[in-house]
């Protein structure tokens, strides 16, 4: 049907951005671009669930993609600037732990085994929103991976929200909605993390001048 | 509805209230309260446990409690049983716990109310979930109740640790076992499990049985996962202890009747071979520690763990039998074993009640250093007199009835076929008479000693009678120990309706009303005719004694002292003492360790000040298989520091690893 | 019930309350005659007896009522057997509680009274002859118990009247090697049950050897009667069931007048033999140290589970 090859078309747009945007997080490492890199994701995540509001026809789900679209992309960003603009010179990722060039090799790796997994998911329930749940599993890892090898507090943070705009991909094209009231408690507990993390970031950079997380060793039992 | 499920739903209502009453109501009429609520749940418990077991049964399901599969309960002859138990054990402690229990701070007093429901939900439940549920609500409340006291010694907090280790320790192998029985069926509800055991391989059941077995045997205190119960009951408040001894334990044995019989379908003899080896170590080391021992509520707590083992033996009879298709005596041995089990609750309640009063009283619970309780506390002393014969299996006593009973099972168990069986009868036998002998002597040594003749310290000596409520919780224990020393034939329609639920047998295995006869047996008893001739016998003795003696005024007399001067009461023979000679006797199995500590004159070496001479008997079982788990264990922790580098970036590369391999796994096995 | 019941419920204990002290005269008399010398005589038992219910009562200072009731518990439960067990007849008065567990549980209870009573005492000596006497409980109780499995497996029952028909009607039972084994395992309970030599010695006057009489140092007077009847009426209780059980004839099956009176007759004649059996035997032995009579137990023990496999392997 011509209203189904549309709304097929504007999915896998999504989710094609959705992908593309965390790729470049893991390429670029000037913290600035990576702040807007995430907001384009953001953007991303809530035009997902937009088409899938239009193709059920809910405007619960409409709202859902409203709200997505104001946290993700606007207020978490912003809260991610502002924390960046205590951080003075220090304006690029220095060192991460794996270089871009391997970093890109176990992106790829990654995407492979997330296809792996998400077969048997597939296979329960095929149909054009399941299809491109793969790509939220991919995005998940990517975010995992990136809050393990970036030193510095910011770049982590961005892999974790990485993570959970992978999460509310995955749960919004299984399940077509988790339900308002989990995605608003999800999404207060991940604006909550952002809050306390960027206070413990600038303390960080106050204390000890640096907000290299590789400096932090102390934290053992012995 | 009928009136179990009125009855049920009374005690559930009751209870509630008093949680809400707890928590709610001051100090001064909360405890009061609390314990009455808790009473009137206990009779409503015992109502509707006895109208189950009369063949009224209940089933409800309430799906929206529990996400995914909700809850459901229902009510049979089987848990109706331990629902009765249970409910008798609470009316006790909760008329005791008025008094005892005052000074409570609120979430101990509303812990009460909790485990008493929890421990009557155990038996209603009939899915998995549901039992895990009320399993766990259970653990958790005694757990609170235990550490009641922590801020008074500091012995309570490493009592709690070891409680509530081996309790989720069992709990986890319990929720292994039924896991694995639920993923081979298509539901978790137990008419489900029911049927799926029906097509399971003999090395699945078996895994299953042993596992449920040993979660069950480890909460009702059975070697070697026994080693919470020594340490918990002297610790927790007394009417915690007698709840725990006389119905939390008891909730072992029903896992394991419930499991074995009615869910698996009995099984092959290994099975029950194994419950009865169990049974048999568990009562004869449980009495061994017993009579060496001189901490009164641990020589309690190790006591049940000797009644849990005899009440094993008879489980494992009855499957032994059941095996051998013989289901007539299998139903005699499990009727004697659940017999042994309302028995052992009335009695052990008595004795813990009766121990508490006097920790109440004296504040100390060495016997070595109590004594001559008889004249300030007359009634609680009568009490754990009375306690100590029930418990010593002699007539007239409680524990005489379901020993007899067990005993004839045994005996009549030789002709039924198979060498397995053949040895294992004469051992059991055996087992159960060591028993019995040592029993005897740990009670006339917990009686003699504690409560006779003069205080061996001035803390025995300024004791005083306990508040009327103890004495009447007392009381209601005693007079139900009583009734069933005299009068068994009143539980035993119902018992025998318990063991016919479990084994699918029919007709009862022990009828009659003063003399109880055993169905297809040769054998008969009346405990009602043996107490009359006793009782005759005494008043024939006195009146002959009055008729031919010619003087009848006693004179007080001086006591032989060997001509040395008055006696003191150091010249007692302590619990220590009185128990050195059966010590030396066990000497390879106790392994004492003693300690002489001389004291020499300042002026010569060969002047000799003070001896003190101290025995301890140590748990050797725990020394021998828990220290080296502990050593392995801490060991191990040891080893795994080196993990904690301190780099918060290896942290989380640990959970990145893991999660990749998890996936790769997942994709590579599917 | 039957008649033939009701009759040795009402005979038996008369006999057995008469037939004890001069019993344990007999036995004195024989060790005295064989120690060469004259002895005090049969009836010196029963001389002492009345000697002391004329006495004083006595309530030593601090003792309770477990001391002034301990002594009529003991003769109670003594006489519960006697009136059930089958002495003179096989049917008992009392038929459901002529069982084997019963009877045997009933002269445990008459121990346990005793031994509460030296506990009660508050003295050393009290104290020591009750952790004594509740030491060899302990380990006789389990022979007593697997010998018993051992006589009742074969009959299919314990009941003492169904043991004793069944010997009587299978004469060749007795000889075989479990009732052999059975019986000698029973004659050491009984020795250590009854406070007889090489366990305890009856007659002794040092405190430390003392286990018997050291629990009942304290009574005297009518007290004292009782304790020393009824320690003469368990040694004929148990030597009579002994005799009953392994050797059961002359034991009266009706109730004609004249099979009674055998059956009575027939019981007092075992019950002489045996006694002056065992008082021959007295003379040769001496006391075993206290911490040597477990091993003494112990023997019995595995007598009696012999005892009992082979009543497996040969039925």
């Known amino acids: 049907m011509p209203g189904d090859t549309g709304y097929v078309q504007a999915l896998d747009l999504a989710c094609g951005a959705l992908l593309l945007t965390a790729v470049l997080i893991v390429w670029r490492r000037e913290l600035a671009v990576l702040i807007r890199v995430f907001a384009v994701q953001g953007l991303a995540v809530a035009g997902l669930v937009a088409v899938l509001a239009a193709h059920e026809r809910s405007a619960e789900l409409a709202a859902v993609a409203v709200g997505l679209a104001v946290l993700r992309a606007g207020i978490l960003p912003a809260v991610l600037r502002r924390a960046l603009a205590k951080a003075g010179q220090a304006r690029r990722e220095t060192r991460p732990l794996v270089n871009v060039a391997a970093s890109l090799l176990a992106v790829a790796v990654l995407t492979m085994l997330a296809y792996a997994v998400s077969q048997p998911l597939i296979a329960l329930a095929p149909s054009a929103a399941t299809q491109a749940v793969p790509v939220g599993m991919t995005v998940v890892l990517i975010g995992f991976f990136v809050l393990v090898t970036r030193r510095r507090a910011l770049s982590q943070l961005v892999g974790f929200l990485l993570m959970d705009n992978g999460i509310t991909a995955v749960g919004f094209l299984t399940t077509s909605g988790a339900g308002l009231a989990v995605e608003l408690g999800v999404s207060l507990d991940v604006l909550l993390a952002v809050l306390v993390l960027q206070v413990l970031a600038s303390r960080m950079w106050d204390t000890f001048g640096s907000a290299d997380l590789d400096e932090l060793r102390e934290l053992r039992d012995s | 509805m009928n009136l179990a499920a009125t009855s049920f739903g009374i005690a559930m209502a009751a209870g509630a209230l008093s949680i809400v009453a707890a928590l709610t109501i001051p100090a001064r009429a909360r405890s009061a309260l609390v314990g009455s609520g808790v009473a009137i749940t206990g009779l409503a418990g015992v109502a509707a446990g006895a109208a189950a077991m009369t063949g009224q049964a209940f089933s409800l399901a309430l799906t929206g409690v529990l996400p995914l599969s909700g809850v459901s309960f229902s009510l049979d002859a089987l848990g109706g049983l331990f629902v009765a138990v249970t409910g008798g054990v609470a009316v006790a402690t909760g008329i005791y716990g008025i008094s005892y229990a005052r000074e409570g701070s609120r979430s101990t007093q509303a812990a009460l109310p909790v485990f008493v429901t929890a421990m009557l939900l155990v038996p209603v439940a009939s899915t998995v979930g549901t039992f895990g549920l009320a399993w766990e609500l259970m653990a958790l409340a005694s757990l609170l109740l235990v550490l009641t006291e922590h801020r008074h010694r500091p012995e309570v907090a490493g009592a709690g640790r070891w409680y509530a280790v081996l309790t989720h320790a069992g709990f986890i192998t319990v929720l292994i076992g039924l896991l694995l029985l639920a993923g081979h069926a298509t539901g978790d509800s137990f008419p489900e499990l029911r049927e799926a055991a029906g097509h399971l391989s003999p090395a699945v059941a078996g895994i299953v049985f042993v596992t449920t077995l040993a979660g069950f045997a480890s909460k009702a205190g059975i070697v070697p996962l026994h080693a919470w119960l020594p340490r918990a009951h002297p610790e927790a408040p007394s009417h915690v202890s007698a709840l725990m001894s006389a119905a939390m334990v008891n909730l072992g044995v029903y896992g394991i009747v419930r499991i074995g019989f009615d869910l698996l379908g009995g099984g092959p003899r290994w099975w029950w071979l194994l419950v009865l080896a169990l049974g048999a170590v568990s009562a004869v080391y449980g009495i061994l520690q017993a009579a060496m021992g001189t901490d009164l509520k641990r020589l309690l707590g190790y006591s049940t763990t000797e009644n849990m083992g005899l009440v094993l033996i008879g489980v494992g009879a009855a499957g032994l039998f059941a095996a051998s298709g013989d289901r007539g005596l299998a139903a005699l041995a499990l009727a004697a074993a659940l017999l042994h089990v309302v028995g052992h609750a009335t009695f052990k309640t008595l004795l813990f009640l009766a121990a508490g009063s006097v920790l109440h009283a004296t504040g100390t619970r060495d016997l070595d250093a109590l004594g001559g309780l008889r004249s300030p506390m007359p009634v609680t002393t009568a009490a754990f007199g009375w306690g100590a014969l029930a418990a010593s299996a002699l007539p007239p006593g409680t524990a005489f009835v379901s020993e007899w009973l067990l005993l004839q099972a045994l005996i009549h168990g030789l002709p039924a076929s198979g060498v397995a069986t053949a040895i294992a009868m004469p051992v059991a036998v055996a087992a159960v008479a060591l028993t019995a002998g040592l029993a005897v002597a740990t009670f006339v040594k917990a009686f003699g000693v504690g409560f006779l003749a003069r205080p061996r310290s001035s803390a025995a000596g300024n004791a005083h009678e306990s508040p009327a409520t103890m004495l009447a919780g007392m009381a209601v224990a005693g007079a139900a120990a009583a009734v069933l020393a005299v009068a068994p034939s009143v539980v035993l329609p119902g018992v025998a309706a318990a063991s016919n639920a479990a084994l699918g047998a029919a007709g009862p295995a022990v009828t009659g009303v003063v003399t109880l006869r055993l169905a297809g047996i040769a054998g008969s008893l009346s405990p009602l005719m043996l107490t009359l001739a006793l009782l005759a016998a005494v008043l024939a003795t006195a009146g002959a004694v009055r008729l031919l003696s010619t003087r009848r005024a006693r004179r007080a007399a001086r006591l032989w002292d060997c001509g040395a001067g008055p006696l003191s009461a150091r010249m007692e023979y302590t619990a220590t003492s009185f128990a050195e000679p059966l010590q030396r006797v066990f000497d390879d199995v106790v392994q004492p360790e003693t300690d002489v500590d001389v004291t020499h004159h300042r002026e010569s070496d060969y002047l000799v000040a003070a001896v003190e001479y101290r025995r301890r008997v140590p748990d050797r079982i725990e020394r021998r298989l828990y220290q080296p788990v502990l050593t392995a264990l801490s060991a191990w922790g040891q080893a795994g520091r080196r993990l904690a580098t301190g780099s918060v970036h290896r942290y989380l590369g640990y959970g990145f690893y893991a999660v990749c391999g998890v996936l790769l796994l997942v994709a590579v096995t599917r | ?315």
Do not use: C
């Open chain 3, 1 to 315: 019930m039957s008649a033939l019941g009701i009759v040795g419920g009402v005979v038996q204990p008369v006999v057995v309350v008469a037939v004890s002290p001069v019993l344990v005269g007999l036995m004195r008399q024989v060790r005295a005659k064989l120690e060469g010398r004259a002895g005090a005589g049969i009836g010196q038992p029963w001389r002492d007896l009345r000697k002391l219910v004329r006495k004083e009562p006595i309530a030593p200072r601090g003792t309770s009522e477990v001391f002034r009731f301990a002594p009529l518990v003991l003769v109670a439960t003594t006489l519960v057997v006697a009136v059930v067990a089958p002495f003179a007849t096989t049917d008992s008065a009392v038929p459901a509680g002529a069982d084997l567990f019963a009877v045997v549980a009933l002269l445990a209870l008459g121990t346990v009274a005793l031994a509460l009573a030296g506990l009660d005492t508050g003295t050393a000596f009290g104290g020591m002859g009750a952790s004594r006497e509740m030491t060899i409980i302990a380990l006789v109780e389990p022979t007593l118990l697997v010998a018993i499995f051992a006589l009742s497996v074969r009959v299919g029952s314990t009941g003492l009247g169904a043991i004793v028909t069944s010997t009587l009607h299978d004469p060749a039972r007795v000889i075989s090697p479990v009732s052999l084994l059975a019986a000698v395992a029973l004659v050491v309970v009984i020795v250590a049950e009854t406070g007889r030599l090489p366990v305890d010695n009856p007659s002794t006057h040092l405190e430390l050897t003392m286990v018997h009489e050291a629990m009942i140092l304290e009574y005297a007077g009518p007290d004292l009667a009782l304790v020393e009847l009824a320690s003469a009426m368990r040694l004929s209780v148990f030597l009579g069931l002994l005799a009953n059980l392994f050797l059961p004839w002359g034991i009266a099956t009706t109730a004609a007048p004249l099979a009674i009176l055998v059956g009575l007759l027939a019981w007092v004649v075992k019950v002489a033999l045996l006694g002056a059996v065992l008082a021959a035997g007295e003379v040769f032995l001496a006391k075993l140290r206290l911490f040597r009579v477990p091993e003494l137990l112990a023997g019995s023990f595995l007598l009696a589970l012999l005892a009992v496999a082979a009543s497996f392997f040969l039925a």
